[in-house]
């Protein structure tokens, strides 16, 4: 037990100097270009998916929640909220800049996420527009500000808030990690996922249904680990849409709607890494 708490706390010194590099560099851009984004969004009409899947890979916190208020407010299509969703990169970028690991790799898996964001995005609207249900309504509600990650406080304030935050958060799920590997082993438990194409995924998925940075923090360690394939990996990452999914059930109106949304969602993100697995695609 001793060893493995050196070993988490050892880890995680290690990780906090690139953190807070990342979260200073990820702040900057969120503070100057927001606004810009968000006027991107409401100009962005058919195009809204293509535009969504972009942007929503931004390592901006808070910008699945701006989605989802223009949603709610009918500004954009349910296929540009999916889009965001599923581009939504949350935590991966910082972790995999704070270890080290392949920026090849980095972009690879988001130029995937940002691929499937934008088909699905353009096939959901395509059909909701056949099938006449794409009636939106050219009305804004006030944006819950507070809502976003970002303070008004300044960029480094914010920053190393949230680097504390993440920083602690990391620690935790290390250590729960750790312990598990150890007492499983990191091959038995490898094994396992990688042995059944749709079990990986659909675990993968359930854990991105976490409402917060948990489920990317989990997925991304795991994947880095080598404890999961990236078809897990992605699936989770897809399904994972931050607070969004939180704000959506407060925001829009009809629970039944919110219960097909994120329905639908998972089974993008699911059957993602399905066929990502069957495909044998690896990094």
């Given at each position: 037990?001793?060893?493995?708490?050196?070993?988490?706390?050892?880890?995680?010194?290690?990780?906090?100097?690139?953190?807070?590099?990342?979260?200073?560099?990820?702040?900057?851009?969120?503070?100057?270009?927001?606004?810009?984004?968000?006027?991107?969004?409401?100009?962005?009409?058919?195009?809204?998916?293509?535009?969504?899947?972009?942007?929503?890979?931004?390592?901006?916190?808070?910008?699945?929640?701006?989605?989802?208020?223009?949603?709610?407010?009918?500004?954009?299509?349910?296929?540009?909220?999916?889009?965001?969703?599923?581009?939504?990169?949350?935590?991966?970028?910082?972790?995999?800049?704070?270890?080290?690991?392949?920026?090849?790799?980095?972009?690879?898996?988001?130029?995937?996420?940002?691929?499937?964001?934008?088909?699905?995005?353009?096939v959901i609207d395509f059909v909701l527009r056949l099938r006449k249900k794409d009636s939106e309504e050219e009305r804004i509600i006030d944006l819950c500000e507070k809502e976003h990650c970002h303070c008004e406080k300044g960029i480094l304030k914010s920053a190393l808030k949230h680097t504390i935050n993440i920083f602690i958060f990391i620690l935790i799920i290390t250590f729960v990690i750790n312990i598990i590997i150890h007492l499983v082993g990191e091959e038995t438990i490898g094994n396992f996922v990688q042995s059944n194409v749709i079990l990986g995924p659909v675990l993968g998925g359930i854990i991105g249904l976490i409402p917060n940075c948990a489920s990317s923090v989990i997925l991304t360690q795991l994947y880095l680990q080598n404890v999961i394939p990236v078809s897990t990996m992605i699936s989770g990452l897809l399904v994972g849409a931050g607070v969004g999914l939180i704000v959506l059930f407060k925001m829009n109106k009809g629970i039944k709607q919110n219960l097909k949304i994120t329905a639908l969602l998972y089974t993008i993100g699911v059957l993602s890494g399905v066929i990502i697995q069957i495909l044998g695609i690896q990094f």
């Open positions: 037990m001793l060893e493995i708490i050196e070993e988490t706390l050892i880890d995680g010194i290690k990780l906090l100097p690139f953190l807070l590099i990342t979260y200073i560099i990820m702040e900057y851009i969120e503070h100057k270009t927001s606004n810009k984004t968000k006027d991107m969004i409401k100009k962005s009409g058919k195009f809204g998916p293509l535009i969504g899947s972009l942007l929503g890979a931004v390592p901006q916190c808070g910008f699945s929640v701006v989605a989802t208020n223009f949603y709610a407010a009918r500004v954009i299509t349910l296929g540009t909220l999916i889009s965001v969703y599923l581009s939504t990169s949350d935590e991966m970028i910082p972790i995999f800049i704070s270890e080290g690991a392949s920026i090849i790799t980095l972009l690879k898996i988001l130029g995937i996420k940002i691929l499937i964001g934008m088909i699905a995005g353009f």
